[in-house]
C-alpha cells in the first residue's frame, strides 16, 4: 500500500483547508485509517482516526470540534477538514493505514499501530 498526503500550505488562523490522503491497492476499504501530526522538535503524535466504512471516528482532545476525518471508499482517499486552526496546529501531517483493526471496534491511537504511512504534507498557520 502507497500513501500520498496532500493540500497542506499556509493558512491564516481562523482559516480552513483540507488535507487528502490517497491510496493505491484494492483493500483500501478494509483499512481503518488515521492521521498523525508532528511539529519540529516534538514527537508524531495522533489527530484523528476512522473507521472501514466511515462510521467511526475518533479525535485527539487537541483537535476535537476544528478538525473532521472522512474517507471515500469508491476513490481510495480519505481526507482531514481543518477548520479554524491555530499556530500550534503548525505540523507536518501524515496519513497512516491500520490493518489489523478492521473488525473490531478500537481505533488504533497509537503510530506503531499503524502499518503504513504517507510521506507528509506540511500545514503552517500564521497568528
Known amino acids: 500500500v502507497q500513501l500520498q498526503a496532500s493540500g497542506g500550505g ?3 488562523a481562523g482559516g480552513s483547508l483540507r488535507l ?10 478494509s483499512y481503518v485509517m488515521g492521521w498523525f501530526r508532528q ?20 479525535y485527539a482532545d487537541s483537535v ?3 478538525f473532521t ?6 476513490k481510495n482517499t480519505e481526507y482531514l477538514q481543518v477548520n479554524s486552526p491555530k ?6 501531517y501524515y496519513c497512516a493505514a491500520a490493518t489489523t483493526f478492521a473488525g473490531g471496534s478500537y481505533l488504533p491511537v497509537y503510530p506503531n499501530e ?6 507528509g504534507t506540511l500545514v503552517t498557520v500564521s497568528s
Do not use: M
Open 10 to 12: 499556509l493558512v491564516q
Open 20 to 29: 487528502s490522503c490517497a491510496a493505491s491497492g484494492r483493500t483500501f476499504s
Open 39 to 58: 511539529a519540529p522538535g516534538k514527537e508524531r503524535d495522533f489527530a484523528a482516526a476512522i473507521n472501514w466504512n466511515g462510521g467511526r471516528t475518533y
Open 64 to 66: 476535537k470540534g476544528r
Open 69 to 74: 476525518i472522512s474517507r471515500d471508499n469508491a
Open 87 to 92: 499556530p500550534e496546529d503548525t505540523a507536518v
Open 114 to 119: 499503524y502499518d503504513y504511512w504517507g510521506q
